[in-house]
């Protein structure tokens, strides 16, 4: 079982920030998935999901500058 966006984040504001950085993300544009998922995790605190989103999104904007 894979943990998703529909399962793990509560709150329906952070859910949509949520999804704009995973298609973000899909189109390499890691910057732009930062952003959102600040806002969504803005919206929801300590969640572990948005964090490991975050960091991977953190991660793969510094290996492609």
């Known amino acids: 079982y894979e943990e998703n966006l529909e399962d793990t984040i509560n709150n329906p504001q952070a859910r949509r920030f949520a999804r704009l950085a995973c298609e973000a993300m899909k189109q ?36 492609n500058q």
């Open 28 to 63: 390499k544009d890691y910057r732009s998935a930062l952003t959102q998922l600040k806002m969504a995790a803005s919206m929801e605190r300590n969640n572990t999901y948005l964090e490991k989103l975050t960091k991977e999104a953190d991660e793969k904007l510094k290996r």
